[in-house]
């Protein structure tokens, strides 16, 4: 009679194993769509972060850049330096702000960066060589070096009264090499540090890479980095 009862009962508790096995499989079913759904959005929060940065970041920062040499050229005395200088803030205060909304690192292009520079430059008044060795870059390799171009193109335009200014980008074995120098410095005055330089050494390192700066005694600044074409093992 024992064995009778256990057999009698060996059908129900199939059907509730049954039950299981499919209630399990639908929550898995369920979680594992919850995530793809989580990685869609996060994919397209980090597509429209980049969507902004590429249409928004750089005309910002030519139109910062113009402000600024505005106001350099404009008259001490001129009623409008004041409106320009709320100009510069304003636009600096929106990069800010779109670098915080977007919230994530954004790649730049190395070709537009130095038709930029080459562009900001000669407006300026200050004539502008670039060599560009016809070489593969890696993706971060190419934002990176794109970013130490702009830094310095902003630097040249803040803190000096160059003439002329040269950009090289070469390859050196499995290295490239980025030399920006510019003829506007006084040679007796030492390079400021700052965040500026201090970001550009972070991002380099972050890539096996080293970040320099030079005074010669002519009055030539020179910014010089060096990158391995690839990521760190």
């Known amino acids: 009679m024992p064995s009778v009862a256990i057999l009698a009962v060996l059908p129900p508790l199939g059907a509730l194993l049954c039950v299981a096995l499919f209630l399990r499989r639908r929550r898995r079913l369920r979680a594992l769509q919850a995530e793809a759904v989580r990685q869609a959005a996060a994919a397209a929060r980090e597509q429209f972060g980049r969507d902004v940065h590429d249409l928004v970041s750089s005309r910002l920062w030519l139109a910062t850049l113009k402000s600024e ?134 991002r380099a390192a972050a890539l096996g890479g080293i970040v320099g700066t030079i005074v010669d005694p002519d009055g030539w600044f020179r910014l010089f980095a060096e990158i391995p074409n690839h990521h760190p093992q």
């Open 69 to 202: 040499i505005a106001y350099r050229l404009a008259d001490e005395d001129s009623p409008v330096r004041p409106a320009l200088a709320d100009v510069v803030q304003s636009i600096r205060q929106a990069a800010t702000d779109i670098r915080n909304v977007t919230r994530s690192y954004q790649e730049i292009s190395l070709p537009s960066e130095l038709a930029n520079a080459r562009a900001v430059l000669r407006a300026y008044g200050t004539d502008c060589k670039v060599e560009l060795t016809d070489t593969y870059l890696e993706p971060d390799v190419s934002a990176v070096l794109a970013v130490m171009v702009r830094e310095a193109v902003t630097n040249v335009l803040r803190h000096s009264r160059a003439r002329l200014c040269v950009i090289e980008v070469a390859a050196d074995g499995d290295n490239v090499l980025l030399m920006v120098a510019n003829d506007g410095v006084e040679p007796a005055s030492p390079p400021c540090p700052g965040s500026g330089i201090d970001n550009l050494r972070s």
